[in-house]
């Protein structure tokens, strides 16, 4: 009986004594005439209080379908990050298929690379927000045939993002079916879940099914962080967020580097350059699968679901795997406001011109990167206006080019 109050004793003792130096510094402070910007009230007693900081919720897809939807609209216009849990998903058997890639010979790997002409295969170069990631990926997405048994490079396999580049069975055995099954089933997760979210925006389960389950044009990245041995607090990945409808993250349980923007408080959550909350990390839940809601999401919501800024550490010694299916709709895909209470906020936004932009971004540096508010109502930018050129040009079933789309894509600079 007199343990825990005594733990509560020392606890409390321990938050006085940080309190008095806190308040000898501010004394000291004023007293030399130093000018300080004192944090809001909300941070300060954050920092003083001794529960854990908030992070988004756990949730179990066996719960009764009308808690589930109410609870994943919540986390979806809080946080925009949530976990799940029984979600149908072997997790661990693509575990070692993924680490077996990243362990073939660098020149292996680097024979499929994927270039400014095809999205889609090996890279270690990747730009986010103008910096260059500290990692290695390969991306495998929905050929254009929708038919994985064609061999990859089939003429029917071309889409604007290329066509896949997996290593051959005689190089890493069995990897090819284990992708496929793998993504196979994160499809079907994410349905379930995009049904979910509809149901949470008032609309039917199959609201999404049209441009979403029967045309989407998702992939898988496999990523690999080594270990970043500099210890200079070097990003994994610069905060972004996430362009298409719903992210499903597999997480390393063993290294907690995945890093969300807190949800703000009172106002708009649109911040785009991570100066604005805090960070709080994503620890994977055993188990656990992790979801994040997209830019699409956010315009199809109008702004009810928010698109999260997030980012991802290094570690000094540990390496981390990650592998997030990016669960985009149909490249003809408008995306626009569905009808929910106050004005429309945004234009459509075409997914194609939006995923173009997004890949160019990624592969050489196009001016600023384009975001949810180019489509907001009243904006001033010239992306609704390109993206009508780009319509009129595209051929949605040959592989994009940064280079020949270069004038369709690059904003005119000022
Ligand atoms: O590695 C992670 O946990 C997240 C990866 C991610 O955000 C991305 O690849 O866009």
Redesign the pocket.
Known sequence: MKRPKRRGNRRWGELMKSRTRARRLLVALIDHHVSIRLPPMRLLARRFSSSPPPAPPVLDLHAPRHALVAAVADACSRWGFFQVVHHGVDVNAYHKPMADFFRLPHNAKAALRRTAGNARGFFDDELTKQKVDWKQAIDVGMPGSRAWALPDDDPSNACLDGFNRLPSDALLPGFREATVRYYESLTSLAARVASLMAEGLGMPADHFDRELREAHTSYL?L?YYPPHPGGDGALG?SP?R?AGFLTV?W?DPSCH??QVQQPAETGSSRRYDGSGGEWTTVVPAEGALTINTGDMAQIWSNDRYQAPL?R?LTHPTLERF?A?FFYNPGYRTQVAPLPSPGRPKFLPCNWGYFRAQRFAGDFADFGAEIQTDDFYEGSKSHHPQMQEEFLRTVDFSTPFSVEKYRPLLQMPRK
């Open positions: 990245r990523n990945i972004h996430d993250l997480q580097s995945l997030h991802v990650s997030p």
